[in-house]
């Protein structure tokens, strides 16, 4: 019945973008956005989104309450709240100096769809995004021009990314109550920052400044809130997080002989003197600290895909919710290149470009 429901909307909300198209031509750029959808592997899909999503207006006006109410609008659908996740994210630079960013994504069971983007007055960039943000599962896929539709949801739904100018991002849960600021700035939700960030940010300093021009917002429907990994081309990398309403900046220790300053995140706060019981992936930390202190920071793409698959999870139990590692990519920040892997399967690496959705080997 569910699975029913979801084909009757999207079949709805397909011919409200078909009639003004076939009538006027002004969504053909949507239907285009559609079309270009594709699975390249099993739990892989990849599309360019060609639709002007218009950052300019997002940022201007703030979008927490359209996209809190739409996104839990597709929650209801599905039938219960979005769980939490668990993650790990690490920087570090090659042996030939190209700046690495490592991120693991752990949730429960869903496909990533890879979203290039090409905003008219922004950065080109392609981020990660769940299919289960978006109202899908394993019983409805975006597998025809119909079931695409809820895809156009995507430029809002990033987990992580990198932009044209090398600089990435990714968020991770931290077990505490969402953050909900009010003042005057306008407000931006947890992925819609992400979406700001890779839109406008060219280095961790303008990330950095782009988080204190809004009011963090964090997405309602799940229990928690959550901090961010940033890095740059230069190899700057920050985390931000939220420490009773207010932006905390955590930058790397100064370590000797390391190649390039690098951070670790997983799911507890990093900010001193933070109370943090639930906190978790301690033992992924020190897995990922382990190795990087070992090699001064200096690892290869291969290598740091390692780290990534010796701290990835099949079946683990994260407060209630039974989690893998969905994907795993190592960002390449100099080549502006990512490789990926799905649904654990390390055997099989897929390398993009920000540039172009084909895979390139």
């Given at each position: ?14 011919s409200?973008i ?12 949507k ?9 390249v ?15 300019d207006?997002?940022?201007k ?11 839990k ?30 991120r ?26 769940s ?45 505490k ?9 306008p ?15 060219a280095?961790?300093?303008?990330a ?25 081309a ?6 931000i ?28 706060f ?5 109370d943090d ?14 190795a ?22 099949e ?17 390449n920040?100099?080549?502006r290149?990512?490789?990926?892997c ?20």
């Open positions: 019945m569910l699975t029913f429901l979801r084909k009757i909307l999207s079949g709805f909300l397909l409200l078909l009639l003004p198209a076939c009538l006027f031509g002004y969504s053909s750029e239907l285009h956005t559609i079309q270009s959808v594709s699975q592997a099993d739990g892989l899909y990849t599309m360019d989104y060609v639709h002007d999503y218009d950052i207006k997002m940022l006006r703030g979008v927490s309450n359209h996209v809190q109410l739409l996104l609008g597709f929650a209801e659908i599905m039938g219960s709240e979005l769980p939490g996740f668990g993650c790990t994210t690490f920087n570090a630079v090659s042996p030939n100096g190209e700046y690495l960013f490592g693991n994504f752990d949730y429960p069971d869903a496909d990533l769809m890879l979203v290039w983007t090409h905003p008219k007055n922004g950065y080109a960039s392609v981020s990660s995004v299919l289960a943000f978006m109202g899908y599962d394993a019983d409805f896929l975006p597998d025809d021009t119909a079931s695409r539709v809820f895809t156009l949801l995507a430029p809002y739904a990033p987990l992580d990314g990198i932009n044209e100018k090398g600089l990435s991002i990714a968020v991770l849960e931290l077990e109550k969402p953050v909900f600021q009010r003042t005057c700035k407000d931006l939700t947890t992925t819609t920052m992400i979406r700001a960030v890779l839109d406008k940010a280095t961790t300093q303008e950095i400044e782009i988080f204190r021009s809004f009011d963090m917002r964090d997405f309602l429907l799940a229990e928690c809130t959550y901090h961010y990994q940033i890095s740059d230069r190899g700057e990398s920050v985390v997080e939220y420490v009773d309403g207010q932006m905390q900046v955590i930058y790397p220790e100064e370590r000797q002989n390391a190649a390039v300053e690098y951070l670790v995140a997983t799911n507890f990093l900010s001193p003197g933070v019981p639930d906190g978790m992936g301690y033992d992924r930390s020190e897995t990922v600290y382990n990087l202190n070992a090699c001064g920071g200096v690892t290869t793409p291969a290598e740091a895909m390692g780290i990534l698959q010796n701290t990835g999870m079946n683990e139990d994260l407060h209630g919710y039974i989690c893998s590692t969905l994907w795993s990519i190592v960002y920040q100099s080549k290149t990512m490789d990926v799905v649904h654990n399967r390390f055997d099989r690496v897929y390398t993009f470009s920000v540039n172009d959705p084909q895979i390139l080997q």
